[in-house]
């Protein structure tokens, strides 16, 4: 099988080019993220391995960039981090599988093998749309008709996890896990400002309105 390694640690990266060889697979390694996304581009590959910490780059940003991209290739994402949220945001970002930091070789060709093996994943949805609201998720812009709204990355992030939840009522609690991050509650009106100020963009300068609150349960998005 043909495998892609993006790994800037040049010890790991000899260790799993080494692997694979002799488990008869035919590896690539590339340091650079953004080579390793062009490669993915131009070159058919079985799998991924994917690096968490990369330079210039986030791994989760480059997963983020070839799943907006259309690459279905499947993904293993080796990390350092033994977090949940960090293993949550990667699985969220479209990887198929997590290895935590230091492995067993054993284990790394078990899960390549079987992930090699599901059915191509689908192609993630790059706009998310509601009547006149489009968010582009690649260039990360958001457009009500014609008008580009000047949301900030975190508006931004808000409104993508409302949008793929759609029709859906998304409380406060979990807004503050999925989009700040948090696992208690900061005892502080943060969700309601910040809903505010992104309802002043998204909705008031229009002449319809998307984003309701529902007393005493959370948020919707809709038409």
């Keep these: 099988m043909n495998v892609l390694i993006i790994e800037d640690d040049a010890e790991i990266g000899d260790y799993l080019m080494r692997g694979l060889r002799e488990a008869g697979w035919d590896p690539v390694l590339r340091t650079d993220p953004q080579q390793g ?7 058919d590959f079985d799998v991924i391995v994917l690096d968490r910490m990369l330079p210039g780059m986030d791994g989760v940003d480059a997963l983020r960039l070839l799943r907006g991209a259309g690459i279905k290739t499947p993904v293993l994402v080796l990390t350092a981090r033994t977090s949940i949220d960090d293993r949550v945001e990667g699985l969220e970002a479209g990887a198929d599988d997590y290895l935590i930091k230091p492995f067993a070789m054993s284990e790394l060709l078990a899960r390549l093998k079987i992930i090699a093996r599901r059915p191509a994943r689908a192609a993630p949805e790059t706009d998310l749309v509601i009547g006149d609201l489009t968010l582009d998720r690649v ?4 457009r009500r008709g014609e008008v580009l709204l000047d949301l900030s990355p975190l508006e931004f992030r808000l409104l993508e996890y409302l949008m793929l939840h759609q029709g859906q009522v998304v409380t406060r609690t979990i807004l503050l896990e999925k989009v700040w991050g948090y696992r208690f ?4 009106s943060l969700v309601q400002t910040h809903l505010s100020r992104l309802r002043t963009k ?6 319809s309105e998307l984003i309701r609150t529902i007393r005493g349960q959370g948020y919707v ?3």
Excluded: E, H, N, W
């Excluded at 998204?202 to 002449?207: A, C, I």
């Design 37 to 43: 996304i062009l490669d993915v581009s131009t070159r």
């Design 139 to 142: 260039r990360r812009q958001a």
């Design 185 to 188: 509650d900061p005892k502080t």
């Design 202 to 207: 998204v909705d008031k300068p229009f002449k």
């Design 221 to 223: 998005i809709g038409t």
